[in-house]
């Protein structure tokens, strides 16, 4: 069983826009998925009660509610996303959990600050040292000042970035549905496809 952790301590940098979108990918291939929400408002948990009967299945688990992961038999992905202002305990906890930890990150000085000083952390960690650990850039318009000021903080974190996935209301229609970005033809979605390509191959290596 693959453990994908999505964190970040900055609240509002799209953790669960992430998350979500990654149990999409890995239930469109085929994977048995659960996702798991660690955050206490339950974003995650409501798009899985939108989400609609005939989609892929993605199986819910109340990731906030007990320190133990122990998903049904057959699981063979659990994604989980964490809250903001994760620290101390949480940190250890989610470190004990993943396989794979994803930071997402916003073209914002305040969440770059925040991701720095959680980075840092990351490194001080013993754990985190035999972790897969990658970030993307969210909510992103290349026109920008800000998305040249992002790329070039990424470059001093020291982690491979996989992607800048642009600003779009994609994620919010499919979200509203409880759809993912692969729930729905890709000629309707192409450009973003095109932008998850190395985030994919991340996740199925």
Same mark, same amino acid.
């Given at each position: ?14 953790? +669960? ?6 149990? $999409?990918? =890995? ?7 659960? /996702?798991?929400? @660690? &955050? ?35 699981? +063979? ?6 809250? $903001?202002? =994760? ?7 989610? /470190?004990?959990? @993943? &396989? ?106």
């Amino acid at each position: 069983m693959t453990v994908i952790v999505v964190a970040n301590p900055k609240g509002g940098v799209g953790k +669960s826009t992430l998350a979500t979108n990654v149990a $999409g990918y =890995l239930a469109r291939r085929g994977h048995q998925v659960m /996702l798991g929400d @660690a &955050d206490i408002q339950q974003s995650s948990s409501a798009w899985l009660g939108m989400r609609p009967a005939d989609a892929r299945p993605i199986q819910s688990w109340n990731a906030s509610s007990s320190d133990e992961l122990r998903p049904p038999k057959g699981i +063979s992905h659990v994604v989980i996303d964490t809250p $903001g202002g =994760l620290h101390g305990k949480q940190i250890k906890e989610v /470190l004990k959990r @993943a &396989d794979k930890l994803l930071i997402p990150l916003q073209p914002s000085p305040f969440d770059m600050l925040a991701t720095r000083a959680f980075v840092d952390d990351l490194q001080e960690r013993r754990r985190a040292a035999g972790l897969d650990i990658a970030v993307v850039g969210m909510r992103v318009d290349q026109r920008t000042l800000s998305s040249e000021n992002l790329r070039d903080f990424c470059q001093g974190l020291g982690l491979p970035v996989l992607g800048y996935l642009r600003d779009t209301q994609n994620y919010v229609r499919l979200a509203m549905r409880g759809l993912t970005l692969f729930d729905v033809p890709p000629g309707q979605v192409a450009k973003d496809l095109e932008q998850w390509q190395l985030i994919c191959d991340w996740l199925e290596a």
